[in-house]
C-alpha cells in the first residue's frame, strides 16, 4: 500500500495551478516584487476575512510577534506570559526582545493555556499575555482577557477561525507552507486591534520608515514578499473551503471510532484542525505501528520551551509545567489536510486500532 504523508499540501493547491501561474506571471510582468499592490490588496483582503481593522504582511510569524512587541515598548524588565507547549518562537519572540518569557501550565483538555495558572504568574512587571491557538484550537481568549492583561495572540497555527484576532490587541499569523493558509515559502502577518500599533508594526517592518528617506524608529526589515501575497490571495479565497474539509475531516475521524482508542481533538466551533493531535498513554507504541505502516505522524513539542538549552538560565526544571511536560510525552498526530479521503482515514484508525488492541492485552 502507497505511504500515506502526514500533509499533503500539494494535493490542496495542484487543482489551483492555472490561477497561481497566472498570478506569479503578473509580478514578473509588473517588475514591482516589493511592497507592491498585492501585499495592499492582500493585506486588505486579509483585514476583512479576519474582521479587524488592519493587517500588516511581514516576512514570518516570528517576526510577526517580534515586531508587535517592539510596537508595544516590551522589552529589558519586561515580563510576558506563555505556554511551553507550543513552537519555540513563541518564547523566542519574547526573549529576543529581551524580555522574560514566563511560562504557565496548559489545561492538558485544550493543550492551551489554563487561564487560572497564568492568573498566578501575573507580576507588576507583567506587560502581556501571549496565548496561543495551539493546532488550530482557540485558546480560552474571554477567561484570559478578563485578568486586565493586554493579550498578543500567537495565531500562526489559527488563520481561518472565526473566534480569534479580535479580542487581542493584536494578533499574529504565520503562512510556513504547511500552516492552514500558507505561502510557497515563509510569510507572516499582523492584525492590529489598535490603531497606533498597527502603525508602528508598519513603520518597523521597513526601518522605521514611511518613505525611505526619514527613519523615525530603529526598525527591521520583516516584509511580506510581494510574489507570495499574490499566491496567499488566491489562498485566501479557497480558505473557507479548505476549513471546511479540515472540520469534515476531523468529524469523519470521530465516527471512525479514533475517539474510542485515544484522547482526540472534540468537535468545537471555532477549531480549524491545523493538525489533529491525540493523545494516549501508549503514545509509543502507536508511533511505532503508524511508522511500521509508513503512515505520517509527528510528535509536537517532545521538550517544551522551558526545557530548552537556551531558555535554561530562566531556571524551570523538568516537572515544573506538569501538563505541558505530560502533553509533550503523549501527544502524536494522525495525518489531516483539506481533501483527505475516506478510505485513506480509515487506514489510520485501522493501524491505530490494532496497535491499541495490543497494549490492551
Ligand atoms: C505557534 C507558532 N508561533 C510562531 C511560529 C513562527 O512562525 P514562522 O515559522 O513563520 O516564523 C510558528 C510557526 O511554525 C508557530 O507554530
Given at each position: 500500500?502507497?505511504?500515506?504523508?502526514?500533509?499533503?499540501?500539494?494535493?490542496?493547491?495542484?487543482p489551483?495551478?492555472?490561477?497561481?501561474?497566472?498570478?506569479?506571471?503578473?509580478?514578473?510582468?509588473?517588475?514591482?516584487?516589493?511592497?507592491g499592490?498585492?501585499?495592499?490588496?492582500?493585506?486588505?483582503?486579509?483585514?476583512?476575512f479576519?474582521?479587524?481593522?488592519?493587517?500588516?504582511?511581514?516576512?514570518?510569524?516570528?517576526?510577526?510577534?517580534?515586531?508587535?512587541?517592539?510596537?508595544?515598548?516590551?522589552?529589558?524588565?519586561?515580563?510576558?506570559?506563555?505556554?511551553?507547549?507550543?513552537?519555540?518562537?513563541?518564547?523566542?519572540?519574547?526573549?529576543?526582545?529581551?524580555?522574560?518569557?514566563?511560562?504557565?501550565?496548559i489545561?492538558?483538555?485544550?493543550?492551551?493555556?489554563?487561564p487560572?495558572?497564568?492568573?498566578?504568574?501575573?507580576?507588576?512587571?507583567?506587560?502581556?499575555?501571549?496565548?496561543?491557538?495551539?493546532?488550530?484550537?482557540?485558546?480560552?481568549?474571554?477567561?484570559?482577557?478578563?485578568?486586565?492583561?493586554?493579550?498578543?495572540?500567537?495565531a500562526?497555527?489559527?488563520?481561518?477561525?472565526?473566534?480569534?484576532?479580535?479580542?487581542?490587541?493584536?494578533?499574529?499569523?504565520?503562512?510556513?507552507?504547511?500552516?492552514?493558509?500558507?505561502?510557497?515559502?515563509?510569510?507572516?502577518?499582523?492584525?492590529?486591534?489598535?490603531?497606533?500599533?498597527?502603525?508602528?508594526?508598519?513603520?518597523?517592518?521597513?526601518?522605521?520608515?514611511?518613505?525611505?528617506?526619514?527613519?523615525?524608529?530603529?526598525?527591521?526589515?520583516?516584509?511580506?514578499?510581494?510574489?507570495?501575497?499574490?499566491?496567499?490571495?488566491?489562498?485566501?479565497?479557497?480558505?473557507?473551503?479548505?476549513?471546511?474539509?479540515?472540520?469534515?475531516?476531523?468529524?469523519?475521524?470521530?465516527?471512525?471510532?479514533?475517539?474510542?482508542?485515544?484522547?482526540?481533538?472534540?468537535?468545537?466551533?471555532g477549531?480549524?484542525?491545523?493538525?489533529?493531535?491525540?493523545?494516549?498513554?501508549?503514545r509509543?507504541?502507536?508511533?511505532?505501528?503508524?511508522?511500521?505502516?509508513?503512515?505520517?505522524?509527528?510528535?509536537?513539542?517532545?521538550t517544551?520551551?522551558?526545557?530548552?538549552?537556551?531558555?535554561?538560565?530562566?531556571?524551570?526544571?523538568?516537572?515544573?509545567?506538569?501538563?505541558?511536560?505530560?502533553?509533550a510525552?503523549?501527544?502524536?498526530?494522525?495525518?489531516?489536510?483539506?481533501?483527505?479521503?475516506?478510505?485513506?482515514?480509515?487506514?489510520?484508525?485501522?493501524?491505530?486500532?490494532?496497535?491499541?488492541?495490543?497494549?490492551?492485552?
Amino acid at each position: 500500500m502507497a505511504p500515506i504523508p502526514l500533509v499533503d499540501v500539494k494535493a490542496q493547491y495542484a487543482p489551483l495551478m492555472p490561477e497561481l501561474l497566472e498570478r506569479v506571471r503578473d509580478v514578473m510582468d509588473s517588475a514591482e516584487f516589493i511592497l507592491g499592490p498585492n501585499v495592499g490588496a492582500f493585506e486588505r483582503e486579509a483585514a476583512e476575512f479576519l474582521g479587524v481593522p488592519e493587517t500588516i504582511g511581514v516576512a514570518n510569524g516570528t517576526d510577526a510577534l517580534v515586531l508587535v512587541l517592539d510596537a508595544m515598548g516590551i522589552g529589558p524588565g519586561d515580563e510576558v506570559i506563555c505556554p511551553a507547549f507550543t513552537f519555540y518562537a513563541t518564547a523566542e519572540s519574547i526573549a529576543r526582545r529581551g524580555a522574560t518569557p514566563v511560562f504557565a501550565d496548559i489545561d492538558a483538555s485544550t493543550m492551551n493555556l489554563d487561564p487560572a495558572d497564568v492568573a498566578e504568574r501575573i507580576t507588576s512587571r507583567t506587560k502581556a499575555i501571549m496565548p496561543v491557538h495551539l493546532f488550530g484550537r482557540p485558546a480560552a481568549l474571554q477567561e484570559l482577557a478578563s485578568l486586565g492583561v493586554p493579550l498578543i495572540e500567537d495565531a500562526a497555527q489559527a488563520f481561518g477561525s472565526p473566534d480569534i484576532g479580535r479580542v487581542g490587541v493584536s494578533s499574529t499569523f504565520s503562512f510556513y507552507p504547511t500552516k492552514n493558509l500558507f505561502a510557497f515559502g515563509d510569510g507572516g502577518l499582523v492584525a492590529a486591534n489598535d490603531e497606533e500599533l498597527g502603525h508602528r508594526v508598519r513603520l518597523l517592518r521597513f526601518h522605521g520608515s514611511r518613505d525611505k528617506v526619514d527613519f523615525e524608529l530603529v526598525g527591521y526589515n520583516s516584509r511580506l514578499d510581494e510574489l507570495q501575497a499574490a499566491v496567499l490571495r488566491v489562498f485566501l479565497r479557497q480558505l473557507p473551503q479548505w476549513t471546511q474539509q479540515r472540520r469534515e475531516a476531523a468529524a469523519r475521524y470521530s465516527e471512525l471510532g479514533l475517539g474510542e482508542l485515544c484522547e482526540c481533538p472534540p468537535d468545537e466551533p471555532g477549531h480549524v484542525y491545523h493538525l489533529f493531535v491525540c493523545r494516549s498513554p501508549e503514545r509509543d507504541r502507536i508511533l511505532a505501528a503508524l511508522k511500521e505502516a509508513e503512515i505520517g505522524t509527528a510528535v509536537y513539542y517532545s521538550t517544551p520551551s522551558h526545557l530548552q538549552p537556551a531558555l535554561r538560565h530562566l531556571g524551570y526544571e523538568p516537572g515544573s509545567l506538569p501538563e505541558t511536560e505530560r502533553v509533550a510525552r503523549e501527544n502524536f498526530s494522525v495525518p489531516l489536510w483539506a481533501g483527505i479521503d475516506a478510505a485513506t482515514q480509515e487506514r489510520v484508525v485501522e493501524v491505530v486500532r490494532s496497535a491499541a488492541a495490543v497494549a490492551a492485552r
